[in-house]
Structures are given as C-alpha cells and as structure tokens.
C-alpha cells in the first residue's frame, strides 16, 4: 500500500507553498492581483480557474499555486486531487483555509499500485498542512481503506486467491484482536454447500473456504458484514468469453470491500459485535465443476437449480447471509460485484443499493452525499420475485428474461436473509475505467464511506 502517514501534517508554521483556491467566475479578479508575467505564466499553462485546473505561479525565487474549485468554502472529497497529483514534491498550505474533507481526495491522489511495476514519474510526496490536528487519524484512516480495496482488487487472481484473501482475515485478526473461524474444502459439504459447490472445480491451491471473523463487546448490538470473495470468475461451464474475462480478478472486490469496512469499525472501536463473513472461491472449469440444470443444496434448507453457472456470486452470498442472520443481527450488510445489469442502469461511478428498510437508505443515501461516495437505490419488487420460480427446486439460481436483473439478483439474495432484520445489498463494480484526479483507473471503492460514516452515525465510536 501507497504510504501516506505523513501526507497531512499539522500546520506548525513550518515553511511551506501557499495554495490560493478560486473559481472559474472569481479568477479574473483574481488574476488582477498578479504582476503581468505571472498572468502571462498562468496563460501559458491554460489555467482558467475552472475545477480541476492546476497553476504554478513564479514569485521571486519560488513559486506559489493556484487550484480552480466548484466553491472554495465547500470543498469536496476531491477538490484538491489535482493539486496533489500536479504539484511538484514538496510541503504546501492553503490560504485562509482548512482542507477538511479534501484531505481525503489528497492522500488518495497519491496512490500507486506498484507490486509487479516501479512507479513512472513520480515527483515525490506533496504535503498538506492543516490546523485540524484531531481530523487527522480519521482522514487517513479512510485514505487507507480505500486504497486496500484497489490494492486487494488490482491483484491478479494468481496472488489474490481464497488463501491470500484468508491472510487479510489473519492480518485483521492480529491487529484488532478478532477470533476467527474458518472453513475450507470438502469441510464446506456440511454447512456451506453452495460456496462447496461453486469452488470445487478449482486446483488444491484455491480450495474454496468462508472466513468467519468475530470481534467486540459480544453484549454489543450484532453487526454482520458479508463480501463476495469471487477470486476469478471463469463463469464456469457457463464460459465466459474472453473480453468478459479480462477483469474477472476485480470479482471479489465486495470481499475487498468488507474486509476494508471491517477495518475501520475496529479500528476506531464502534460499539458493536462485528461479524465479517466472506465465502472465498474461484469459479473454475474442471471435470466436477457444477452444471447448468444441477439443483443445489443451501445452508438454509432451500433448493436452488442452477440455470446459469456463471450467476454464481449470489450463491455462495446465500450460504453466508444464512450464517450471518443466526447472529440475529441489527443489520446486515452485503458488498457484492454481482451484476452487469447495475453497470449498465448506472455506469461505473454509483453503487446499486437495495435495502429492506427506507430509514436504513435514507441514511445511506445522506452519509454518501456528504463524503462523495452516494449510493443509488434500485427496488425489491415483490412482483418480481416470480421470476425466481423452479418446476423442480424452491427457486433458481437466474432468471429466463432480460429484465430487472440487478433487484432480481437482489430479490434471489433475499431469501436467504432472515426474517424481519435490518439488510443492505451493495451491488458495486469496484472498478474505475477511466481516471480521475484522486481516483486512479483500477480498483476502486463505492459505497465504503457512505457505509462507514452511516455506521459511526448509528452505533458510535
């Protein structure tokens, strides 16, 4: 992970570059205030004040910059992204101004993932100064959960298998002091008999296995977080194309973004009993790879026939929603890559929620708007729920038409959540095609802070 400890410093008075903010509207007044050969810089560098535009601006024997903003008195999560990636290395100070919630949009600039490649042109680490010495820890707290779920997600499938996604449960377990159980193999057969029979097919090194991790006050209110842990996703006999291939490594980024999540609410010690569960499996081709027309066992009691093999996520998220609501959880949390049909309803920059509850959205909905991170929320139709009916299994596993198929997926995940208790679906894509500042192209979170800041809101730290 990108180290970014010391990115954001309390201002001391130490020497440092000023940052003057201003608007498209305000730059020529700006502008004004300027000797003739620094416009005459500015113009040169195409700065025009709008979001987004970066001016270094010579002054003596240094330099000062400018930063184009939507509105400098409330700065977004990203606003000073583009300063952060733009600027030379050095230390920097707003003017007349305190960066608050862009201190995270600064430290995310500066991610890199650098595992099988040395980093191209970086300039150095660009530090910001604040006054707001309390704010610190929370804003690199969340500056580190995002960038572990690009980390966890921009690795390939070879090193980021079910084991390698057991080794963040470990490393969580020896941080926080969690208990954790795991399950793995024909061990499954007995309580997880979905996530058993969509991992089987893979080799002995990406034996399937779920990952059951306990932590806090067990008198606590119950909190489960469930992941979809997809290592790869071949799509099984159900073949994937190739192009559909290609980014199957990104399949279990709702693992991604669980364990993240999970990190945070202990590390800042929220007041609940947290159970983190994520069914960790590749989705493999081989002689006992589960076929179309199979009918399934669940956990639950339920049978499913299988219609499509490569629906194979809400599978094993059915196994450990069950296991989840024996907790009698307060609510449930699911993060899930689990359909196209969210992508194409809402592109790559919003995650599709599904909630059982309004006031549970609602929240949600508001925690996002504050932090940039808004979730949108598609329905549960009951009308749809006939979509799911079996001539010979309880339900199946993906439905025959082309409609709904993001509530349909949601409406399939449902019924393994228990009567009556509080659930959120994330359906995420937690990948970025194309980059923005603060934002690189790869693996990225969606709905991990709107989630986080909910929670604090609800159960306190």
């Known amino acids: 992970m990108t180290d970014i400890n010391d990115l954001i410093q309390a201002d001391r008075g130490q020497d440092a570059v000023a940052i003057h903010l201003t608007t498209q509207a305000g730059y020529d007044a700006l502008a004004k205030t300027l000797s003739a050969g620094q416009r005459a810089s500015l113009k040169g560098q195409k700065f025009d004040g709008s979001p987004g535009s970066v001016g270094i601006v010579p002054d003596g024997d240094g330099f000062f910059a400018i930063g184009g903003v939507l509105d400098p008195e409330n700065l977004g999560s990203y606003c000073?992204?583009?300063?952060?990636?733009?600027?030379?290395?050095?230390?920097?100070?707003?003017?007349?101004?305190?960066?608050?919630?862009?201190?995270?949009?600064?430290?995310?600039?500066?991610?890199?993932?650098?595992?099988?490649?040395?980093?191209?042109?970086?300039?150095?680490p660009r530090v910001l100064l604040t006054g707001q010495v309390g704010r610190l820890p929370g804003y690199v707290a969340e500056a580190k959960a995002e960038m572990l779920v690009r980390d966890l997600v921009n690795t390939p499938a070879e090193d980021m298998g079910p084991a390698a996604l057991e080794a963040e449960f470990n490393r969580l377990v020896k941080e926080h002091g969690a208990e954790l159980k795991v399950t793995r193999g024909d061990e499954l057969e007995q309580g997880y008999p979905m996530v058993h029979a969509v991992g089987r097919a893979a080799t002995r090194k990406h034996a399937p296995r779920i990952m059951h991790l306990q932590w806090g006050d067990k008198d606590a209110p119950v909190l489960a977080i469930v992941g979809k842990g997809v290592c790869f996703d071949s799509g099984g006999l159900d073949i994937k194309p190739g192009a559909g291939m290609r980014l199957m490594k990104k399949d279990m980024g709702g693992a991604a973004h669980a364990i993240a999540l999970a990190g945070l609410i202990m590390g800042a010690g929220l007041k609940v009993r947290l159970h983190l569960l994520v069914p960790a499996v590749e989705n493999a081709i081989a002689g006992d790879a589960f076929r179309p027309g199979d009918v399934l066992s669940t956990r639950q009691g339920l049978t499913v026939e299988i219609h499509n093999t490569d629906a194979e996520g809400r599978l094993i998220l059915g196994d450990a929603l069950t296991r989840a609501s024996e907790e009698k959880p307060e609510l449930v949390l699911d993060f899930a890559t689990l359909t196209g049909a969210a992508r194409v309803a809402l592109g790559p920059d919003y995650a599709a929620m599904m909630a059982r509850r309004d006031e549970t959205a609602d929240a949600l909905i508001a925690a996002g708007r504050k932090v940039?991170?808004?979730?949108?929320?598609?329905?549960?139709?009951?009308?749809?729920?006939?979509?799911?009916?079996?001539?010979?299994?309880?339900?199946?596993?993906?439905?025959?038409?082309?409609?709904?198929?993001?509530?349909?997926?949601?409406l399939f995940l449902d019924r393994f959540v228990g009567e009556g208790v509080d659930w959120v679906h994330f359906d995420t894509f937690a990948w970025r095609p194309f980059p923005k500042p603060g934002r690189s192209k790869g693996g990225t979170a969606y709905g991990l802070r709107a989630s986080w800041h909910m929670l604090k809101e609800r159960f306190g730290s």
């Open 80 to 124: 000073l992204a583009a300063l952060a990636e733009r600027l030379p290395e050095g230390t920097y100070r707003l003017v007349d101004k305190e960066p608050g919630a862009a201190a995270f949009g600064w430290l995310t600039a500066h991610y890199q993932f650098t595992r099988y490649k040395k980093p191209e042109g970086d300039q150095g």
């Open 372 to 410: 940039d991170d808004e979730p949108w929320r598609l329905p549960l139709p009951d009308s749809y729920r006939e979509y799911l009916k079996s001539d010979i299994a309880d339900l199946v596993n993906a439905h025959s038409n082309p409609y709904a198929g993001a509530s349909v997926a949601g």
